[in-house]
């Protein structure tokens, strides 16, 4: 497989699940990290990977406050100068009591938030960051959608469905506009993934959810992060406005 050495990536809500195991993959790739979290404990991941030899910063920020998401930015651009590689995969699904509410219940707060994390951070990341990425034509963002947003999932709300699909409505349009500079834009779709976001799931749901996937089981962050790994090297360069499917083959589109 191809390295994607010398480049920077900035992936966000790397203190957890997904975000982690991505920036470890991406260390291995021989990729400088800059990791953001709302999480302090970013920090922690940041310097633990620095033992292991990597080139790792943290950057602490709430995502769902466009303003932080500017100052985010530049914090970013004065560490870096521009990143190579932007993965957006912070995301939230907020839940009513434990479960997942119904589409009557879906309080507009939750339903502004889930838009302002999952999509709203993303576009404004990407209007910041593309320029850099123009300007060295070359590029990679990797957004973070969920089988949620490509077919109907009854273990989702309407609000996080809504706010993956339009993810992928976004990056398919930066993908068009942004190809002949050198960029790529591609979406993950993971399905039933063991992390703390899927945890908060009650056990029964989860039961309930690995019997209905062919694979039997849900998938690991390892299976997800090893796909944003080749997604964001040289060889997946012709790879661009295509939605990664990794669901243990629930969804087959
Ligand atoms: N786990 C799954 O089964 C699954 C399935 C489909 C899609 N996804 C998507 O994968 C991505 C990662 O999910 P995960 O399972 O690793 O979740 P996780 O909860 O383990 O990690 C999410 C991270 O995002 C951070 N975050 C949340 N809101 C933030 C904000 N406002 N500002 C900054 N950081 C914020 C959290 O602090 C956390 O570190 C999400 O976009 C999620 O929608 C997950």
Request: proline share 0%.
């Given at each position: 497989m191809s390295t994607t050495n010398g480049r920077t990536a900035l992936i966000t809500g790397a203190a957890s699940g997904i975000g982690m195991e991505t920036a470890k993959w991406l260390?291995?790739?021989?990729v400088a990290l800059i990791l953001l979290d709302r999480s302090e404990s970013v920090r922690d991941v940041a310097s633990s990977?620095?033992?292991e030899g990597a080139t790792a910063q943290a950057v602490v920020a709430d995502l769902s406050d466009p303003s932080a998401v500017a100052d985010a930015s530049d914090r970013v651009l004065s560490l870096c100068g521009g990143v190579d590689i932007l993965v957006n995969?912070?995301?939230?699904h907020p839940k009513a009591n434990g479960r997942i509410a119904s589409f009557e219940e879906i309080a507009i707060e939750d339903w502004e938030l889930v838009f302002r994390v999952n999509v709203t951070a993303p576009f404004l990341l990407c209007q910041k960051l593309l320029p850099h990425m123009k300007r060295k034509g070359w590029g990679r963002v990797i957004n973070m959608a969920s089988r949620a947003g490509r077919a109907y999932s009854p273990?989702?709300?309407?609000?996080y469905s809504a706010s993956k699909a339009a993810l992928i409505g976004m990056t398919r349009k930066i993908a068009g506009d942004y190809a002949p500079f050198g960029i790529t834009a591609n979406c993950v779709a993971p399905g039933q993934i063991e992390t703390p976001l899927a945890r908060s799931s009650a056990a029964h749901v989860l039961l309930e959810a690995a019997r209905k996937i062919p694979?039997?089981?849900?998938?690991?962050v390892a299976e997800?992060?090893?796909?944003?790994?080749?997604?964001a090297s040289e060889g997946a360069g012709f790879v661009n406005g295509a939605v990664v499917d990794i669901n243990g083959g629930e969804t087959m589109v």
């Open positions: 260390k291995d790739a021989g990977l620095s033992q995969n912070a995301g939230v273990r989702a709300g309407t609000h694979a039997g089981r849900l998938g690991t997800i992060a090893s796909a944003v790994a080749y997604l």
